[in-house]
């Protein structure tokens, strides 16, 4: 396995945690929220922005236009059903959601919700690393590499694996000033 490849796997895995990390509200309007929002299209979980275009207006409002009017009560029922805690406002043509401002309870639960998504992260990235090492050993016992340059392996495998690691370290530090900034 070339390192190359080991740190690829893990770059993903941080645009994996940052994605993650967006679909948390702050308090402003943001568009990312609704990525994970499914809305069920002539019977296949369809994603909401294929569907609809997602504006934010203003810093407190999410507004949303189904490409097809049809889909304005799937998507009114999906976005209800979802996990976001936002109630949507259906004016017939459009929806809009309006983002109340988070009361410090409410802020503290998303820092926990980021914190879990941090980890996530970085027991990916730990499974990375213990499927690179396990690949070196093999390699060792096969006596394609010498023991030194497994144990040289190794430690470039885990300095990648820190390196990494502080990466979503500090994406989650970002995610919760930006949470707990009022």
């Given amino acids: 396995m070339k390192l190359a490849e080991i740190e690829a796997q893990m770059q993903k895995t941080i645009e994996s945690t940052q994605r993650s990390f967006n679909t948390i509200r702050t308090g402003r309007a943001n568009g990312a929220i609704l990525d994970k929002v499914l809305v069920e299209y002539y019977g296949t979980p369809t994603s909401l922005k294929s569907l609809a275009n ?9 507004f949303i236009q189904p490409y097809d009017r049809n889909t304005l009560s799937i998507i009114e029922k999906a976005i209800s059903l979802s996990d976001i805690g ?14 109340p401002p988070l009361t410090s309870d409410r802020r503290k639960e998303l820092a ?11 027991v990916a990235i730990r499974n990375i690393r213990r499927d690179a090492v396990e690949a070196v050993r093999k390699q060792e016992k096969s006596s394609d590499v010498s023991e030194d340059e497994a144990r040289d392996l190794q430690d470039s495998i885990q300095k990648l694996t820190d390196k990494y690691v502080s990466k979503v370290d500090a994406l989650l530090k ?3 000033t930006d949470i707990t900034t009022v």
Avoid: C, Q
């Fill in 54 to 62: 997602v504006n934010t207006p203003d810093s407190s409002t999410i």
């Fill in 86 to 99: 936002l109630t949507p406002n259906n004016d017939g043509s459009t929806i809009r959601l309006n983002i």
């Fill in 112 to 122: 926990k919700v980021a914190a879990k998504y941090a980890e996530e992260g970085k």
């Fill in 174 to 176: 970002e995610k919760e």
